[in-house]
């Protein structure tokens, strides 16, 4: 069975809050899903299985960048393909809207993450320094350009 992407909106924002809650100690508010959803400052996308929110992905697409800002998988779907489900969802929507690279930072101690970030040619341009506030952790930035991409 192949599992379907797609487009996450304001009904599904308490799901989107329950699965950020299990994957991330820093994680977003009503108001921040709100607020991004009604102001189309980014996308978001899910998948779903047997009724519960999987995986989702948020992403914003300004001018010709895209960003991504947060991807989870709940912990009893990973390592399921669900992770690349979403990238590749949202890498064919970065080719329709005409982006032409995409940026991202992850946790330098997030070793699955940047296996499928790397598996997709996302390459590292830099680091943030004790980047994230709940772990005070160093974050990888990581690029990726769309004249590479192969649907």
């Not at 989702?56 to 779907?77: C, G, K, R, T």
Request: hydrophobic letters at 40%; one cysteine or more; proline letters at 3%.
């Amino acid at each position: 069975m192949k599992d379907e992407v797609v487009e996450l909106g304001e009904p599904d924002v308490r799901d989107l809050m329950e699965l950020e809650a299990l994957c991330f100690a820093y994680h977003w508010t009503r108001e921040q899903f709100l607020l991004g959803l009604e102001g189309e400052a980014f996308k978001v996308i899910g998948v779903r299985r047997d009724g519960v929110l999987a995986g989702y992905m948020a992403f914003s697409l300004i001018a010709d960048e895209m960003e991504v800002l947060n991807l989870a998988v709940h912990p009893d779907y990973r390592r399921q393909g669900l992770g690349e489900a979403l990238l590749s969802r949202s890498f064919e929507m970065c080719v329709a809207y005409g982006t032409s690279k995409s940026f991202l930072d992850v946790k330098v101690s997030n070793h699955p993450a940047l296996a499928l970030y790397r598996k997709f040619g996302y390459k590292k341009i830099g680091v943030r320094k004790k980047y994230y506030p709940d772990t005070r952790e160093d974050a990888l930035l990581l690029r990726y350009d769309f004249q590479q991409y192969e649907a």
